[in-house]
């Protein structure tokens, strides 16, 4: 079974802008929902800036995400 840390070091990011899918794809990696190779969201939306408006592209996977705001100082 692959250790964290290797999903992490095997995982590329395929386009310029596809920071967003590429992050979404190693939450699906690290939780065992997908191959070490996938790269399914990535491909989808190319080199697209999606931000994380698709985080629903998980829930077939069994993860469903949700955006939680607050203020930015909030986090500090």
Same mark, same amino acid.
């Given at each position: %079974?692959?250790?964290?840390? *290797?999903?992490?070091? +095997?995982?590329? +990011?395929?386009?310029?802008? *596809?920071? =967003?899918? *590429?992050? %979404?794809?190693?939450?699906?990696?690290?939780?065992?929902?997908?191959?070490? !190779? #996938?790269?399914?969201?990535? !491909?989808?939306?190319?080199?697209?800036?999606?931000?994380?408006?698709?985080?629903?592209? %998980?829930?077939?996977?069994?993860?469903?995400?949700?955006?939680?705001? %607050?203020?930015? !100082? =909030?986090? #500090?």
């Amino acid at each position: %079974m692959p250790t964290p840390h *290797s999903i992490l070091q +095997q995982h590329t +990011q395929h386009y310029k802008k *596809s920071c =967003a899918a *590429s992050g %979404m794809e190693i939450v699906l990696k690290l939780h065992g929902l997908v191959c070490p !190779d #996938f790269r399914e969201l990535q !491909d989808r939306y190319g080199d697209k800036n999606i931000g994380f408006e698709r985080l629903a592209d %998980m829930l077939p996977y069994g993860i469903c995400a949700q955006e939680h705001r %607050m203020p930015i !100082d =909030a986090g #500090f």
